[in-house]
Each structure stands twice: as C-alpha cells, then as structure tokens.
C-alpha cells in the first residue's frame, strides 16, 4: 500500500511498536478499504507514516506526520467509520502529534497541490508527493515543484542547492554509502600521515645541515614545508572529528566565518597549498637560471627575499578573496574545509593551471639548455657525459613526480566541476537519471593531493642525509661528532664537475683536466662568481676547456 508514497527507506520497530514491515502490513491493510473509497486524500499518507515511518541517514531523530495531516485524514474518514461502528484508534490520537512549524520538532506535511490517488483512479494511480520536514518556510521544492526532504538549516544561513531554495547538502554528504565514507578516512589519514613523515623529515635535514640546501635547490625545503602543514590540516579530522569541522549541527558547513576549526583548516589546507605551487614555480625558475642562463647559486640566492615575497603573497591575496566571497564549505568526503564548489573554478583551478603552466615551461627550458651541454661534451674526445645524464634523469624523475600529481589533480577538480550540478539536479529530482561521482576519481584527488609531500624528500635520499642524522644523534646524546662536515653546495643542479658538492653531488672523470680552477663567469645579476659545483659552471668550463681551449685562470 506504501509503494510510491514518496520515501523508500523505513525504520523499524514503528511507532505502533511492530518490528517487521510484515507486522506492519497485516494492521495496516485493515484500513485499506478506507483508502480505496479516498474518504480522505491524506489518509493513505498518514497511515504509511505511522506504520512505516520515513528514515533519514543524516537525520536520527523520528519524523511523524504533521497533526495538521492527522486531523484532516481524521476528519475526511471517521465519520464514515462510525457509520459502521468504528471509532477512530487512540493510538493514532493526533493530539500527540507535532504541529506543522515547530523548530524544535519536525513533522512530515502533505503537499495539498498533489492527491494521492489510489490505484483505481483514471491515470493507473499516481504517487503521492514526498513528505517535507516542516522546516523554517519557504518550504523547499525539487525542480518541477516537487519536494524534497532536505536538512533544516540554521535560518541565518542562505544556501541553493540545484534550485532548492534554503537547502543544505547532509553532513556527511549525498552520494557515499557508509562503507566508503569508512574507507575515505582511513584512505586520507594513511596518505596525509605519510606526507607528514616525509616532509618533517625533509624539513628537519634542512634544519640540521642548512648549508647543504643552497639554491637552485632550497625551494624543495619550503616546498615540503608547506606540504607538511597541509597534511596536518588534513590529519584534523582524525583528531577533531569530521562533525566539528565540516558540520553545521546535520547540516554541511557553507560560508564559514569567524575564527574556529573550520576556517583554521581551510588556511592550512588552501593557503599553503596554494604556497606549495608557488614555491614550485620558483623551484623551476632557479633551476632555468642556473641550468639555461649560467647563473650561480651566490647570484640565484641575491634574489630570495623577492623569491619569499612572491610564494606567500600571491597566496595570501587567493585565501583572503575566497575568504571575503564566502567560498569557505565543508568536504564532505574528506571532513575539512575548503574552497567553496562554486568557487573552485577561480579560486582552484585557474592558479593550479598557472602554476603548472609556468613551473613546465622553466623546466623545459633547463632540460634544452641540459641537452645543449650533453652535446657539447658528447662531440669532445674522450668525454664523458654519464653523470651529466644522471642528474638530469633525476631532475626528471622529479619533474615528473609533481607534474603528474599537479595534472591528476587538476583533472580531477575539472571533473567535479563539470559534473557537479547534473549529480546535485539528480539527487533533488527523482525524475532524472541517479548520478554520481565516480568513487575511484575522489580517493585519487586526495592521493596525488598528498603525493608530491611524499616523494618531495627526494632529493635527500642520499649517504650526505645519513650523516647529518648521525652527528645530531652525536651532539645530542654524547660521542665523537666523527668525520668533517660534507661538502655543502649545489644539490639539484650540483656536481656536474669534479668539485664536492651537495644531494646528489656527482663527477665528470676525464672531461674537466683540473678541479678547482673555475673560469671567469659571463657577467650576471650582482656581479657573482658562478660556484664551481653549479651546472652553469660546469658548462661554462666545459666550453672553455674543450671549444675555445683557452688556459685556465689563476684561482679565485
């Protein structure tokens, strides 16, 4: 008899205290004769509401019938069950019903523009329309003047969700089942964990052995900084709960204001993501410098106060205007806060293309200028270019390690933005076809998200990070410090020629006739000696030595 009645999830036991639908059937269908006859439109609605009540996931609460839909249903039949000796029950009183637009109890009311015909009307019977909680008015529809049950909002809180009116998406979200909603926290905390580990220890090296970490390459450090802190934004909800930081009581947060864990996260996550593609771009530009136009590192780190200006200000100006516009919601799936849906174009995917677009171009210009002394080297007798190949495979390998993640999740964020209103126009129209993301598409956007935090220590793997670690495990708990301190320098772009350098510091044997002895740099920025353990050195030298064959200089 309920079949159609506008809701398919039910909770048992009922009201009426039976514990199985069949229970419930066998009473029900004593009033079915009164249904047919249609002694009253609202009658077959209340009697499903009571014998098989709706039930919300996200709404834990009983949700009867209004008393305004009892009473009319009592109204429109008991006169016709007196007629044959029957009295209206007692337990179907609807003086203990809630009435319609109480905040503090909610009810389920009959839309008055539809009737429920029974089956033996013209048309084969029509559906009754779905119930409404009696929320705060306008009572919210579904396209099509069809309404929803959607989650009652606070009511300083304006939202549109598909065209509903003062509707709010649940906590938890509209299109996971509880098992994946499981998996997603344990998937986002196993990968955000992971990028935390590896950062601080990135970070930590850096902190040991500063000298170490010069430019071109000290961006990687701040880069696995900003990193860091996102997988602890991340990491929130594991210790604060998804509910307090993503909800507004059942309801998913939207336009977050004020200081609290909501707007705290979203500077994590959004800000120093956001930082974290800056400092990339810069990564790429000295690398460009060094690598393409010979700069050295003592001329590339004369400009790092405007490097420190560009990474956290271009930030700064993204978060406050998505702040000022109200883009703050809650992710439903991930349980933080960030940007906004409807913000995502602006404030999310046009920067992440800039970045990716500008970090991509310097890094191919390096890899020309790489190639363009590859050649050189390869045409002199007897050279070798084996180390020089090397580095530049490992430069590779970790263009590739953030340029892939970056483009995943940029694709990704163009896939729910495209798709974003026909799933939302599905879910509040029974009409359409259901849609929804594809799960596997979210677990990969928070993967590749955290990603490159992970494969950021990179460039520290190496014999030089282990002796850091052992003379601070020295300093702090006694012992001989052992050994003298590496050579610091140039880990990127270092190492090209014979001269100790630092990560990933290699040689060139029988191509450069003697260490040590630099050339005279071409005339750069702040008149600085290109470093002899720089690729713009090595190149330099390996031009000279072999191209124009002049003698070498006294030393600097």
């Known amino acids: 008899m309920c079949r159609g009645i506008g809701y398919n999830l039910t909770a048992m036991p009922n009201e009426l205290n039976h514990d199985t639908q069949e229970e419930a059937g066998m009473e029900v269908h004593q009033f079915w004769p009164l249904v047919e006859i249609k002694c009253s439109p609202d009658l077959k609605f209340f009697l499903c509401s009571m ?7 996200e709404y834990t609460k009983p949700l009867p019938a209004c008393r305004s839909v009892c009473e009319r249903a009592r109204a429109g039949c008991a006169p016709l069950m007196q007629q044959y ?19 503090e109890n909610l ?7 539809t009737s429920s015909a029974g089956p033996g009307s013209g ?27 959607p989650i009652n909002i606070a009511r300083n809180i304006i939202q549109d969700i598909a065209g509903v009116q003062n509707c709010a998406l649940p906590c938890h979200g509209a299109f996971l089942t509880p098992e994946e909603r499981g998996f997603a926290a344990v998937w986002l905390a196993l990968w955000s964990g992971l990028c935390a580990a590896s950062t601080l220890v990135t970070v930590t090296t850096f902190l040991i052995d500063t000298q170490r970490f010069k430019y071109p390459e000290r961006p990687i450090v701040f880069l696995s900084a900003c990193y860091f802190v996102v997988s602890v934004g991340y990491l929130s909800r594991s210790v604060f709960g998804h509910e307090e930081i993503a909800c507004d009581g059942p309801a998913l947060k939207s336009g977050a204001q004020g200081p609290g864990a909501c707007v705290t996260v979203f500077l994590m996550i959004y800000f120093f ?61 991930a349980g933080v806060c960030t940007v906004a849906p409807d913000g995502i174009r602006s404030f999310i995917l046009v920067p992440l293309f800039v970045y990716l677009l ?72 029974p009409c359409l076809t259901r849609s929804r993301p594809l799960y596997s598409v979210l ?92 690729v713009a050195s090595a190149s330099q030298h390996h031009l000279h030595h072999h191209v124009l064959k002049q003698p070498p200089l006294s030393h600097v």
């Open 51 to 57: 014998y098989t009540p709706i039930c919300l996931p």
């Open 85 to 103: 000796g029957f009295s209206w029950p007692e337990r179907m009183a609807c003086e203990r019903l809630p009435t319609h637009g109480d905040p």
């Open 107 to 113: 009810c389920m009311e009959q839309d008055n523009r």
């Open 123 to 149: 048309n084969g019977g029509s559906a009754s329309s779905a119930p409404l909680p009696a929320a705060a008015p306008p009572r919210p529809t579904r396209p099509g003047g069809i309404p929803a049950p």
């Open 273 to 333: 993501g956001m930082a974290s593609s800056v400092w990339w771009v810069i990564l790429a530009f000295t690398w460009f410098l060094a690598a393409g136009l010979k700069w050295g590192n003592e001329a590339i780190a004369s400009y790092s106060q405007y490097f420190h200006l560009a990474a956290w200000l271009a930030p700064t100006v993204q978060t406050v205007s998505a702040y000022v516009a109200g883009g703050v919601a809650g992710d439903p799936v």
């Open 358 to 429: 500008l970090g991509t171009s310097f890094l191919l210009a390096g890899f020309v200028s790489l190639f363009r002394i590859r050649s050189v080297i390869k045409r002199q007798p007897g050279a070798k270019a084996d180390k020089l190949e090397k580095l530049m495979i490992r430069i590779g390998v970790f263009s590739v390690l953030y340029t892939l993640p970056a483009g995943v999740v940029l694709a990704c964020h163009m896939y729910e933005t495209a798709l974003r209103h026909e799933w939302l126009a599905s879910l509040a129209c």
């Open 443 to 534: 677990m990969l956007k928070y993967f590749m998200a955290l990603a490159v935090g992970i494969t950021s220590g990179v460039w520290i793997w190496s014999g030089k990070t282990v002796d850091s670690w052992k003379r601070l495990w020295r300093r702090l708990f006694g012992g001989n410090g052992g050994g003298g301190h590496g050579g610091g320098g140039g880990g990127m772009v270092a190492g090209v020629t014979g001269v100790s350098g630092g990560i990933g510091s290699t040689s060139i044997k029988g191509v450069v006739g003697r260490v040590g002895v630099p050339y005279p740099p071409a005339p750069g920025p702040g008149s600085a000696l290109l470093p002899p353990g720089s």
